[in-house]
């Protein structure tokens, strides 16, 4: 301890340098996680109440009582599902692509195009898919009318269309960051190794799911477990199209959401908060040991 307190005094002005940093991480990223966690044990109805009504695990036991919280999950399933499919599938899609063009330019363009995405915020982005989708004067329904699919306008954000359309929403899916991560992933495999493929008379498909795939196990690591983590947290949708369908699309992340906002149960909510930080983890624990079971057997 001593030997550390000379360190630092040594070393003072480094220290002080990153205590503004450092007071930020903990204030904003360590303290509020924290804080829920405790919250999750008490009977809490508004965020400024004090804590007082500890009642054990009687949150948590609540919520499998709760109807609206139980079929969340059903309908996070429904939705977030084939998004995940999406997000894990689609990167490796558009990085084996512009892996196999030519060009060095087109190749740098193609990069830009998939990041240029990020810079509309996500909510932007549904707002613009809201108008594509609009009964009156919406861009879908005057295309299929002019092609001759449909006579009369469909209501796309109606109960009945709902789930559909947001699946379809942000089509054609650009990649974004995942995109490039699996690119620098296929750019390092080493040349020898595809020209022994190339040798061997190993075509693309085959090349793809036995040489490349086995090269890009960290980067499935990560598009597969940040994917998880988007999917069990994401609810832009739900805040601009819950009104219109009712519970039908409501997900776990937007219940909670709804009992902070109306004050019906901080702890509640908290509790929301910490089960699903658990299943995160569990499912990002069993990803991780699933992969690196099949990275060794590729060594």
Not at 87 to 102: C, D, K, L, Q, R
Request: charged share 15%; hydrophobic share 50%; glycine share 6%.
């Amino acid at each position: 301890m001593t030997k550390f307190l000379r360190y630092v005094k040594r070393h003072w002005i480094a220290y002080l340098m990153v205590l503004p940093f450092t007071a930020g991480v903990l204030l904003f990223a360590v303290y509020p996680p924290l804080y829920s966690i405790v919250l999750s044990f008490f009977d809490v109805y508004k965020i400024n109440d004090e804590l007082t009504g500890f009642n054990g695990f009687g949150n948590f036991a609540e919520l499998f009582r709760d109807t609206t919280f139980l079929n969340s999950f059903r309908a996070m399933f429904t939705l977030q599902l084939p998004r995940l499919v999406v997000n894990v599938f689609v990167p490796f899609f558009y990085a084996e692509i512009i892996f196999h063009v030519g060009s060095k330019k087109l190749q740098s363009a193609y990069r830009f195009l998939l990041l240029l995405p990020i810079v509309c915020p996500s909510i932007v982005t549904s707002l613009i898919w809201q108008n594509i989708y609009a009964y009156d004067d919406g861009i879908l329904n005057e295309i299929l009318k002019g092609l001759g699919i449909i006579s009369e306008n469909v209501n796309f954000l109606g109960r009945d269309h709902i789930i559909g359309s947001l699946i379809f929403m942000n089509f054609p899916w650009l990649a974004g960051t995942s995109g490039l991560i699996v690119l620098s992933g296929l750019i390092n495999i080493p040349a020898e190794v595809l020209e022994a493929a190339d040798l061997d008379g190993c075509g693309v498909f085959r090349r793809i799911f036995v040489v490349d795939m086995s090269y890009l196990i960290g980067q499935i690591k990560y598009v597969l477990v940040f994917g998880i983590i988007n999917i069990l947290q994401d609810y832009s949708n739900q805040l601009l199209f819950a009104e219109r369908v009712g519970t039908k699309i409501h997900v776990p992340a937007y219940y909670m959401y709804q009992l902070v906002n109306t004050n019906q149960s901080i702890g509640k909510a908290a509790a929301i908060g910490v089960f699903l930080f658990a299943v995160i983890m569990v499912i990002t624990a069993a990803t991780y040991r699933l992969l690196n079971a099949k990275d060794e057997e590729n060594v």
